[in-house]
């Protein structure tokens, strides 16, 4: 039966959040010395939940937990407890019997509930700070599975760990939340105009906080609209124009400016930024004899200027609009004014295919006629199957037996899903001697070899550039993967002479993949701006490990705006013959 609970409005309903704390549970019963069932047991609901193809809000407030396997009644009460109130009393209870640093640790860089079991229990390391100064005094090298190399590995990860704390969330964490809140300031009573600013707005890697700006006759309405929203931990403030508000879910600021419309293009331009941006338009105003400001734009005698949309404002600076992607002062402002900026830049309607799709057959977790199915409803028309290769034996890569019974699903899934096309690829590894992982003889068969890099990141730069440049010589590669190896926050991309591969791609006429996984993001958009002038074919991806991740074509894209491509330098625009053709082109 299920637990006698009345489910009230979803609070908490991301599923990587709500599968976290239950692998951080997991690991406290653990520490704790309970049984290897009752451990497992978390470990099996997380991840139930973080590969749910539903909406977990919805099935909690319709009390059908226990449908899916795995979980009990206990376990479903607790759930229900944590998504409808954003906490769980269990969870609290047992943290607070260990170190408040401990579960932190699982934040670094490589560590893993195993690992942080032997430093607690054999070292009684409880923080990152114990755990750095245990590495110092090298009592970390005498421990079983570790020694002197894992010792350097860990400071470096606490090294890199250390440069995020605290500062940014990552682009896919926030902007989800963002749309989500915007949505509802949206329907808000009297709201006339709403919109994201901020760092958000311009789709930066990273973000501090969330800004959103309305225009309404009256804030008090919208700005109620927020801070009574689902999923709000604590209203900071809240004044006459604005709300601020800390959200439950990734313990996220938002700010909320509610102004007059007339006053609301020049709001939403003066809080989307950046900064350095805003300096470079008011200097021009000054020298056109305007004063700009959030307040509006007035001229020297204090007439206000009418200004009912952003493009009003440049215009009154005798340049282009700029894209809010662009606004970052690299090189925009010179081009807007000369009339020189791409006026085309791509859109996410622009894509017709999505690159870089893993199913079940490696590491996945949705069929391959689910991955069809999912494209072809975001209104897709192709999608690159590129499992890993037999070399990635910890991603379940493919032995060239394997690969070759799939090539007869991808046929049995294009005959029972018309107008989607399922292409037949493979990430392959790349060596580290720069040679492919598949032979020449199977690559060939294969209509798209995308290769990447996923093991021995630490090469130096003379050996790492060498390896690429080797793999960009094989005449049978088509795209370059997730070329610099970085995961935002987490892993310093490896050293590499950009330079030079960028040219040596342009020459063997191999894309670059701008894979749109938000913890990747790679290449980054300073990267794709040196592609874009070097006339280096591009692609926007989606590192698509299940259905939901097809989406991230949308930070691919957004990246790929923020590098000034347009439309023409995307190769996956095209339809699916013009995509296969333009690379075939060596």
């Known amino acids: 039966m299920t637990p006698d609970v009345t489910p009230s409005t979803a609070v908490l309903t991301d599923k990587a959040a709500v599968a976290q704390l239950l692998r951080d549970m997991s690991l406290l019963l653990q520490l704790q010395g309970q049984s290897g069932f009752r451990v497992r047991a978390y470990d099996i609901a997380a991840d139930r939940i973080a590969n749910l193809p539903q909406d977990l809000g919805a099935i909690v407030t319709e ?21 409808t109130t954003g906490r769980m009393t269990a969870f609290e209870e047992l943290k607070a019997q260990f170190p408040a640093g401990l579960l932190e640790l699982m934040k670094l860089p490589d560590v893993g509930p195993k690992k942080v079991a032997a430093l607690w229990s054999e070292l009684q390391v409880g923080s990152v700070e114990d755990l750095e100064r245990a590495c110092k005094d090298g009592r970390v090298r ?26 940014r969330k990552l682009l896919g964490d926030a902007l989800p939340i963002a749309e989500g809140l915007l949505e509802r300031i ?22 501090s906080d969330v800004d959103l700006i309305a225009s309404a006759k009256e804030a008090g309405p919208v700005l109620d609209a927020l801070a009574n929203a689902p999923g709000v931990a604590t209203v900071i403030g809240k004044g006459d124009s604005k709300c601020s508000v800390r ?123 689910e ?28 032995k060239v037996d394997d690969l070759k019974r799939q090539w007869e699903e991808i046929d049995r899934v294009n005959a029972a899903v018309p107008g989607m096309r399922l292409l037949k690829g493979i990430e392959v590894d790349i060596l580290e001697s720069g040679a492919l992982d598949y032979a020449d003889s199977v690559l060939e068969q294969l209509e798209v070899v995308i290769a ?30 997730h070329p610099t190896g970085r995961l935002i926050q987490s892993r310093e991309p490896y050293a590499l002479r950009m330079e030079e591969v960028l040219e040596r791609a342009r020459e063997r006429g191999v894309a670059v993949e701008i894979n749109g996984k938000p913890a990747r993001l790679d290449i980054k958009s300073e990267y794709v701006r040196q592609a874009v002038g070097r006339g280096v074919k591009l692609v926007v991806s989606c590192d698509a490990h299940r259905q939901e991740d097809l989406k991230n ?18 190769l996956n625009t095209r339809s699916a013959e013009s995509f296969l053709a333009a690379l075939r082109e060596r």
């Open 553 to 570: 074509l949308a930070f691919a894209v957004a990246t790929a705006r923020r590098g000034w491509a347009r439309k023409q330098d995307i």
């Open 371 to 398: 991955m069809a199915r999912a494209a072809q409803a975001l209104g897709l028309k192709y999608l690159t199957i590129t499992e890993h290769s037999e070399a990635a034996i910890h991603a379940g890569g493919l």
């Open 247 to 369: 959200m439950v879910q990734g313990d996220l600021q938002v700010d909320l400016r509610v102004l007059p419309d007339e006053d609301f293009a020049t709001a939403l331009h003066h809080f989307t930024g950046s900064k350095a941006h805003h300096i470079r338009l008011r200097n021009l105003g000054h020298e056109k004899g305007l004063k700009i400001s959030e307040w509006g734009v007035h001229r020297e005698d204090g007439t206000k200027v009418p200004v009912p949309d952003e493009a009003t404002l440049y215009r009154l600076l005798g340049m282009q609009e700029v894209p809010p992607e662009l606004r970052e002062d690299n090189g925009e402002v010179e081009a807007a004014r000369a009339g020189k900026l791409p006026e085309d830049l791509v859109t996410l309607e622009d894509v017709q295919g999505a690159v870089h799709a893993h199913s079940t057959w490696s590491d996945g977790r949705n069929t391959l006629e």
């Open 63 to 83: 009390g059908r937990l226990q449908e899916l396997q795995g979980i009990g009644p206990g376990l479903a009460e607790k759930l229900t407890e944590l998504v």
């Open 186 to 207: 949206r329907q808000a009573p009297g709201v006339v105009r709403a919109s994201l600013g901020g760092s958000v707005r311009r789709r930066a890697e990273t973000v």
């Open 142 to 167: 005498e421990l079983k599975g570790f020694g002197p190399k894992s010792e350097a590995k860990l400071l470096d990860g606490i090294a890199v760990y250390r440069r995020a704390r605290g500062e």
């Open 452 to 481: 990447s890099i996923h093991v021995r990141h630490s090469m130096d730069e003379d050996q790492m550039t060498r390896r690429v440049l080797a793999a960009l010589d094989n005449p049978h590669l088509h795209i370059l993967g």
